[in-house]
């Protein structure tokens, strides 16, 4: 029997070190290869002058193809994503592409027959930080992918909605992102970080306006709080954004820097009295269900999205003032969090376990038979 193979493309490789879609692929990656299926991924190597563009390397298994790309920023990632696709094509293998950004290029794949799974992650083109060129760019590109990929995955079901938009419903499936259960962290992390245990709230995102990171920061500020709000997301002094977010900081508030070590943030989770999640675009967000692992109860921005992610027993807030009430309420009263950190919990058991997630790829990636067209 053939053995069944599939190539992961759309993420800047494993193990996962910069985002959702990085630790996804290592975690359905490494599930497959359990699973008997010939797994490869496509890994971005950044740099400058190169002696080679492209090589092979084994990771537990995985076939890890390295690309080397010699521009930085969106001609880097495009000039990655084309040389992903050139070399896919000659694979027989189903392809899962996370994200639409490149889309423009998936005609090639279906010009030699390969079959195409897509996650359509958020809505990038709403996103408030792009110029309306991009924004174009990310629309033309999502309805691409759209018609062009054979299934599309949508990480939540409003997104399987706007999906269904662009095509029929039989070619959409509704598959949430995972986590994994924080039962225990060292407190000793905090120490280096100012910070003690259950007297912190955490923020880790980008630092976007769509993030509400500024609002967020704000509303903390408005009153001493006895207890710190820990920031965590890229600051930079160039941008006019970031330098708002710093001016409206009180004494209490931390800002971390970007940390992917990843016991430093299972410890920064597993701690904290609540997480505090802003974004009002986008789907399933991994972060959030992260800290539902972590038993976080939660403070985040009011919208559909956040609402089926965190389920109806964690605070919620439109504007400043909400927030910094929600804030209040959870710093001051442990009759609130108790119950809070229990119901997302149950949430994150209920809805976001990885082993369910991942054997729901593997259903869709099976059900699209061998990685050509017949």
């Keep these: 029997m053939t053995q069944r193979s599939v190539v992961i493309m759309g993420t800047r ?17 490494l599930f497959l290869v ?23 390397d084994d990771w537990k298994g995985v076939e890890r193809i390295n690309i080397a790309v010699t521009t ?26 996370l994200g639409y950004n490149s889309a423009v290029f ?10 195409i799974l897509t996650n359509m992650d958020g809505l990038e083109w709403r996103r408030q930080k792009w110029s309306r060129p991009v ?9 691409i992918a759209a018609w062009v ?20 419903r039989n070619g959409i499936v509704m598959i949430p992102y995972g986590g994994v259960p924080i039962e225990a962290a060292d407190p000793a992390l905090l120490a280096v970080r100012d910070l003690v245990a259950d007297r912190y709230l955490t923020s880790i995102a980008r630092i976007e306006p769509e993030n509400n990171i500024l609002e967020i920061v704000q509303a903390f500020s408005r009153r001493v709080r006895g207890a710190k709000l820990a920031v965590l997301g890229t600051m ?16 209490e508030v931390s800002f ?33 269900v992260e800290a539902l692992w972590a038993g976080n109860a939660v403070i985040a921005h009011d919208n559909g999205f956040n609402r089926w992610t965190a389920g109806a027993a964690q605070f919620y807030f439109k504007d400043v003032a909400g927030c910094d009430a929600a804030i209040s309420s959870i710093l001051d009263n442990d009759k609130l969090v108790v119950p809070a950190r229990l119901a997302a919990r149950a949430r994150a058991r209920q809805a976001f376990a990885w082993p369910d997630v991942l054997a729901a790829y593997e259903r869709e990636l099976l059900a699209l038979g061998h990685g050509h067209e017949a």
Aim: glycine letters at 10%; a positive charge; hydrophobic letters at 40%.
């Design 13 to 29: 490789g494993i193990p996962g070190a910069h985002g959702g879609f990085e630790t996804f692929a290592e975690h359905l990656s």
């Design 34 to 56: 359990a699973r008997g299926w010939r797994v490869a991924v496509y890994c971005q190597i950044d740099g400058g002058a190169v002696s080679r563009r492209q090589w092979i």
């Design 72 to 97: 930085k920023g969106p001609l880097g990632t495009l000039d990655f994503d084309w040389r992903c696709i050139r070399d896919a094509m000659s694979r027989d293998s189903v392809c899962l592409v």
């Design 106 to 115: 998936l005609p090639f794949l279906r010009w030699k027959k390969r079959r």
């Design 135 to 143: 924004r174009g760019w990310f629309w033309v590109n999502e309805w």
């Design 149 to 168: 990929s054979h299934k599309l995955v949508a990480d939540h079901p409003a997104i399987a909605d706007h999906l269904a938009s662009r095509r029929s």
């Design 236 to 251: 930079h002094e160039g941008n006019a954004y970031h330098r708002a977010v710093k001016a409206a900081a009180g004494p």
């Design 256 to 288: 971390l820097g970007p940390i992917y070590d990843q016991d430093a943030l299972r410890c920064l989770r597993f701690h904290a009295r609540a997480y505090v999640h802003g974004h009002s675009a986008g789907g399933t967000n991994p972060s959030l």
